[in-house]
């Protein structure tokens, strides 16, 4: 398996732009999570779905931010309007939930920045 | 949900066996103990997980203190590759629900 996919590596956008980050799971993987990575803040969990069904977006920053996951190898996070202060490198992780194992293998990101 | 505590940084030279503490004082008892690391602009990759007993694998070995609230990652040999943040987490969740919470971790630097 290639492993978890994610595009594009690097984004460069203009504030008030719509930024869609893309992402594929490892196949056979039922559970997917997007993080957020700044020096503030470290690594943040945004949202993560399983079984294509969102279960906790408490970690979304605002309503600009939006994750999708129409089936079990694609999933979206869509930033609407884009802001300076959204610019991180956004993570995609997936793994096999209900495995006493559960590990999750992260993609090498996408390096978001927004001028 | 049970909190980690590590070092911020440590330093380790090539070829020596590398400890990296890590403090959970309130884990919980069905609560798993895993470790990842994220070098340089790359994804966390994950490096061993366990619950009460110690437990090694091709990249190190991690023991879990008797009473659970502390364990100790071993990087038996480590290598200037070796270089990265070292991520103590407790997996939280019910079962099919896991997620994980990482914290600042630990900055490994191996010194040739």
């Known amino acids: 398996d290639a492993g978890v996919i994610q595009s594009p590596r690097h984004e460069v956008t203009e504030m008030g732009q719509e930024v869609t980050l893309r992402c594929k799971p490892i196949s056979g993987h039922n559970s997917l999570f997007w993080y957020r990575q700044t020096m503030m803040r470290g690594l943040e969990l945004l949202i993560y779905?399983?079984?294509?069904?969102?279960?906790?977006d408490s970690g979304m920053p605002e309503d600009r931010f939006s994750a999708k996951m129409p089936n079990a190898s694609f999933s979206t996070l869509k930033i609407q309007p884009s802001e300076p202060r959204d610019s991180a490198v956004y993570f995609c992780a997936s793994t096999q939930q209900g495995l006493a194992k559960n590990i999750q293998y992260f993609g090498a990101g996408t390096r978001l920045s927004v001028l | 949900d049970a909190k980690t505590t590590q070092p911020t940084s440590m330093d380790c030279a090539e070829g020596r066996a590398a400890n990296l503490p890590c403090n959970h004082s309130t884990i919980s008892g069905n609560e798993y103990v895993y470790w990842y690391r994220q070098i340089h602009s790359q994804g966390p990759q994950y490096i061993i997980h366990?619950?009460?007993n110690n437990e090694t694998n091709e990249m190190a070995s991690l023991i879990i203190t008797e009473d659970r609230k502390s364990s100790t990652l071993i990087l038996p040999h480590a290598t200037l590759r070796d270089t990265a943040v070292y991520y103590c987490?407790?997996?939280?969740?019910?079962?099919?629900?896991?997620?994980?919470?990482f914290g600042a971790g630990t900055t490994v630097t191996v010194r040739a």
């Open positions: 987490i407790v997996r939280v969740g019910p079962v099919g629900d896991y997620k994980l919470s």
């Open positions: 779905f399983n079984n294509n069904v969102p279960i906790d």
């Open positions: 366990g619950l009460k």
